[in-house]
């Protein structure tokens, strides 16, 4: 599939799903002022991945309009339980870059799947996308924004409510339709 076509995919999920049902109530604000940087990888394996997520993270230092980015990376990792491991290498690179403490990855995955819960579950789906990526988020943007909006602590609960009130399988034709 052609980056392209996997960023747009991309972009509508972010618009439709994160944006449109309100999962996320910081990322209308930065879609909206385009501070949301889409990256498509060819890479295929965990070697190459780690190279990028690198090369994003110096971008990420070096241009501070970029609020955060999401590289995606269909090629790589499609396994979720391969997906899953491999988090605790791409926390490693930020500790290794003394970036800990000053960007964040959060996980999206099309099979992923919370501790605790069977495959099939709606709750699932507040983490799942169109394709295996990496969300990076600059750590003192975030602490902001959770400062200045009431009730953070709230949302993962209101989340799972919400998916499970539309239902699994409303949300696999969702996912599936991007």
């Given at each position: 599939?052609?980056?392209?076509?996997?960023?747009?995919?991309?972009?509508?999920?972010?618009?439709?799903?994160?944006?449109?049902?309100?999962?996320?109530?910081?990322?209308?604000?930065?879609?909206?002022?385009?501070?949301?940087?889409?990256?498509?990888?060819?890479?295929?394996?965990?070697?190459?991945?780690?190279?990028?997520?690198?090369?994003?993270?110096?971008?990420?230092?070096?241009?501070?309009?970029?609020?955060?980015?999401?590289?995606?990376?269909?090629?790589?990792?499609?396994?979720?339980?391969?997906?899953?491991?491999?988090?605790?290498?791409?926390?490693?690179?930020?500790?290794?870059?003394?970036?800990?403490?000053?960007?964040?990855?959060?996980?999206?995955?099309?099979?992923?799947?919370?501790?605790?819960?069977?495959?099939?579950?709606?709750?699932?789906?507040?983490?799942?996308?169109?394709?295996?990526?990496?969300?990076?988020?600059?750590?003192?943007?975030?602490?902001?924004?959770?400062?200045?909006?009431?009730?953070?602590?709230?949302?993962?609960?209101?989340?799972?409510?919400l998916m499970n009130r539309l239902g699994a399988e409303e949300m696999r034709r969702r996912l599936l339709s991007f």
């Amino acid at each position: 599939m052609e980056h392209n076509s996997i960023l747009d995919a991309t972009r509508r999920w972010v618009s439709e799903t994160v944006v449109g049902l309100n999962l996320c109530p910081f990322a209308r604000r930065e879609l909206v002022k385009e501070r949301i940087r889409f990256v498509a990888t060819d890479a295929g394996s965990e070697e190459v991945l780690l190279m990028a997520l690198q090369d994003e993270l110096v971008h990420l230092n070096e241009h501070p309009e970029v609020e955060t980015t999401l590289l995606v990376h269909p090629g790589a990792l499609r396994d979720f339980a391969e997906y899953n491991e491999f988090l605790a290498a791409a926390d490693g690179l930020l500790e290794y870059l003394e970036l800990d403490g000053i960007y964040q990855i959060a996980s999206f995955h099309p099979d992923y799947q919370f501790g605790g819960t069977g495959p099939d579950d709606a709750e699932n789906y507040t983490n799942r996308s169109p394709y295996p990526m990496l969300h990076l988020l600059r750590e003192e943007s975030l602490e902001r924004a959770i400062a200045g909006y009431p009730g953070t602590e709230l949302i993962p609960g209101q989340n799972i409510e919400l998916m499970n009130r539309l239902g699994a399988e409303e949300m696999r034709r969702r996912l599936l339709s991007f």
